[in-house]
C-alpha cells in the first residue's frame, strides 16, 4: 500500500512540531493525479499531529528491519544491524491510540525515541 500521509519538514528538522502533516484520499500514482479528483488536507489539531508525528512517521523513520541503502556508485546494499525496528511489528503490537479515551493511559504504546 502507498502512503497516505505526507509530512513536509518546513524548515525544520524532521520529525519536529513545525513540520507540516497532510492526509490524503489518493497515493502520488500518477493515475489518481491525472485522472481523478483526490483531496488533501491539513493536520491542524495539535494531539492529532503528535499521535501521527510521534506514532506513525517516527516509527517509519526508525525502521531499518528491510532496508537497503544506495551507494554514490549506484548499487544498493543491505547493512547488518544490532539492532532493528520493524514498523510493521511496532504497529501489530501497539493499535491506534484514536477514540480509546481513559484506557489510553492502561494501554500506551512505548515512546519512540528518534537518535539523528
Same mark, same amino acid.
Given at each position: 500500500?502507498?502512503?497516505?500521509? @505526507?509530512?513536509?519538514?518546513?524548515? *525544520?528538522?524532521?520529525? =519536529? %512540531?513545525? !513540520? %507540516?502533516? @497532510? #492526509?490524503?484520499?489518493? +497515493? &502520488?500514482?500518477?493515475? !489518481?493525479? +491525472?485522472?481523478?479528483?483526490?483531496?488533501?488536507?491539513?493536520?491542524?489539531? /495539535?494531539?492529532?499531529?503528535?499521535?501521527? &508525528? +510521534?506514532?506513525?512517521? #517516527?516509527?517509519?523513520?526508525? +525502521? !531499518?528491519?528491510?532496508?537497503? *541503502?544506495?551507494? =554514490?556508485?549506484?548499487? *544498493? @546494499?543491505?547493512? /547488518?544491524?544490532?539492532?532493528?525496528? =520493524?514498523?510493521?511489528? *511496532?504497529?501489530?503490537?501497539?493499535?491506534? &491510540? =484514536?477514540?480509546?479515551?481513559?484506557?489510553?493511559?492502561?494501554?500506551?504504546?512505548? !515512546? &519512540?525515541?528518534?537518535?539523528?
Amino acid at each position: 500500500e502507498h502512503s497516505r500521509i @505526507y509530512c513536509f519538514a518546513n524548515g *525544520y528538522a524532521m520529525p =519536529s %512540531r513545525e !513540520n %507540516r502533516i @497532510y #492526509l490524503s484520499s489518493a +497515493d &502520488l500514482m500518477p493515475r !489518481n493525479l +491525472d485522472r481523478r479528483i483526490e483531496l488533501i488536507i491539513p493536520i491542524d489539531n /495539535k494531539t492529532v499531529h503528535e499521535q501521527i &508525528l +510521534d506514532q506513525i512517521m #517516527l516509527a517509519n523513520f526508525k +525502521d !531499518n528491519s528491510e532496508s537497503w *541503502y544506495l551507494k =554514490s556508485d549506484g548499487n *544498493y @546494499y543491505k547493512e /547488518k544491524m544490532e539492532t532493528s525496528f =520493524s514498523a510493521h511489528s *511496532y504497529f501489530m503490537q501497539n493499535p491506534s &491510540l =484514536s477514540g480509546r479515551g481513559k484506557s489510553l493511559f492502561k494501554l500506551k504504546p512505548k !515512546n &519512540l525515541k528518534f537518535a539523528r
